[in-house]
């Protein structure tokens, strides 16, 4: 009789692990709490999935055991995943940055071959099926994965069972925070700029200090700030206010301009067009709400002609270092991933399998491991999962 395997939950680690233990002759049966599979894959990437990323390293991931997914990424890194999706006709755009996508640019593709291809294989899907406990599961099964993901976006299936699967047998957990999410600012200003987007250099400050810069998209939103650098940030952000640290953001409106040269921009644009007010001298280099921003916050007028060199270096120091103060996440409903998670100290690095109960394996998100943005969290997925299944199947 083949060996047989429970896999519980139908996202990214778990239909790979399905696949190469059905690949290698293994009865697979995967349960899944929602109606269908990879419902984080459907939306990943804004619908294009960033499948993973052609320069994987350690460095690219968080966890209290940093060098726990070294020996996944090389034996499972980008080219044996990418050596396995074109076997199965999954092509991969591999961006300049390293960033990889389905060639059809759809994470639809990415769902609809994996589980064609674990059906083929004939692995069992028992949809909208909750497991709630695995006991009955590793007496009934060789083998159990647990691949149950993490806490970040509920409404897609996010959740703590992996966590509580672990602690059932002991294991120990690394407290849980939202990653790759927006902020809350501690600012009514801020709140009235909704809407607003700009490209800008944000500063990451963690009691005071600087912490990191991020050049990218940053939008303006009733409850603080969202967008690529935003969520690059994110994960030390979270971290510290979890650490009950102060956190704040610089953010510097016009990466491109030095603080006299704006200052003298400001200036010359006020003497050559002497009926514009400062709210038209500053459209003509940020969206309007922030350019109101900036006028209230240094309570100004809009309708003010007169600049001179004092006033219109305090607009120009404002606008390249703005500071807000940032209270809070925006919480693992809307984080993409979450960081903690199962301590991985307690599981085998080169086979996922729990240190404290045999022929239980833990994959994924559910692990204290989390990538920064770019491919690297369904890179692990994909590593971990291979890796329980290379030795489930003892392939
Ligand atoms: C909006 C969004 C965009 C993202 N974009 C990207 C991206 O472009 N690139 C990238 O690398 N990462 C991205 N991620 C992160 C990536 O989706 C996750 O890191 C990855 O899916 C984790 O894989 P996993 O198998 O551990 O968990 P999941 O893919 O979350 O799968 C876990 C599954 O287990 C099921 N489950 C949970 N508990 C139970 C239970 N008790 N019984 C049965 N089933 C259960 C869940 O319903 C879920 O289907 C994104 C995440 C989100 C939310």
Partial sequence: MPKSVAIIGGGASGLLCAIFCAKAGL??????????????????????????????????????????????????????????????????????????????????????IYEEYAKSLGVIFETDTKVNDIKPLLNKYNNVVVATGSRAASHLGGNADGEMFAQAFGHSIIPAYPSLVQLHLNSKIAHKMSGAKLNAEVTLLINHKNEMSINGDVLFTNYGVSGFAILDISQ?????????????????????????????????????????????????LVPLKIANGVLEYLKLSNAVRTIDTKLSKKIANTMLNWRFEVNETHGFRHAEVSGGGIDTREINPKTMESLKQKNLYFVGECLDVVGRRGGFNFAFAWASGYLAAKDIAKV
């Avoid at 419902?39 to 209290?64: P, Q, Y």
Wanted: proline residues 3%; neutral net charge; aromatic residues 10%.
């Fill in 236 to 284: 030390a952000a979270s971290i510290a206010l979890q650490n009950y640290q102060a956190v704040d953001i610089s953010i510097n409106l016009l990466p491109h301009f030095s603080a006299q040269k704006l200052s003298t921009h400001i200036m010359q644009v006020s003497k050559n067009m002497p009926e514009f007010t400062l709210l038209d001298i500053l459209v003509g």
């Fill in 27 to 112: 009865h697979v049966t995967i349960f899944e709490q929602n109606n269908k599979c990879a419902k984080k894959i459907l939306v990943s990437g804004n619908g294009r999935c960033n499948i993973t990323n052609k320069h994987l390293t350690a460095n690219d991931f968080f966890s209290d055991n940093p060098d726990f997914v070294s020996y996944a990424l090389a034996q499972f890194g980008f080219e044996e995943f990418q050596k396995f999706t074109n076997s199965i006709g999954l092509l991969l755009n591999v961006l300049d940055d390293g960033r990889a996508y389905p060639l059809s640019n759809e994470a639809k593709s990415v769902a609809k």
